[in-house]
């Protein structure tokens, strides 16, 4: 059984840095797409970043590019999320997501393409 298990988060300010991470378990991380979504208050899930830490290129949403890096570290099975010059409209719940298979570009933004979830973990920005 898949487990994903994300630690991270808080309350920051306008500007701050906050690392997220997500340790899988039950899969090899390099055999899988990693994403991550997240859910602002009152609305719905949303992309923001996916990787296959086994090659590739990063893809990102356009409101995170340029402040938020996805990476991963095969050997501590472990996908993270660095966001930089955090914004209050970056407040929400993150998840981080597990896809079995590498799938399409369409594929890769959508939660329903992903086959296990973190827990969340709730991020709040303040100005």
């Known amino acids: 059984q898949v487990q994903l298990v994300q630690s991270g988060g808080g309350v920051v300010q306008a500007g701050d840095s906050l690392r997220l991470s997500c340790a899988v378990a039950g899969r090899t991380l390099s055999s899988s797409r990693m994403g991550w979504f997240r859910q602002p208050p009152g609305k719905e899930r949303e992309f923001v970043a996916s990787i296959r830490t086994s090659g590739g290129t990063a893809l990102y949403a356009d409101s995170v590019k340029g402040r938020f890096t996805i990476s991963g570290d095969n050997a501590k099975n472990t996908v993270y999320l660095e966001m930089n010059s955090l914004k209050p409209e970056d407040t929400a719940v993150y998840y981080c997501?597990?896809?079995?298979?590498?799938?399409?570009?369409?594929?890769?933004?959508?939660?329903?393409?992903?086959?296990?979830w973190g827990q969340g973990t709730q991020i709040r920005v303040s100005l």
């Open positions: 997501a597990l896809k079995r298979s590498y799938g399409t570009l369409t594929q890769i933004m959508e939660v329903t393409a992903y086959d296990s």
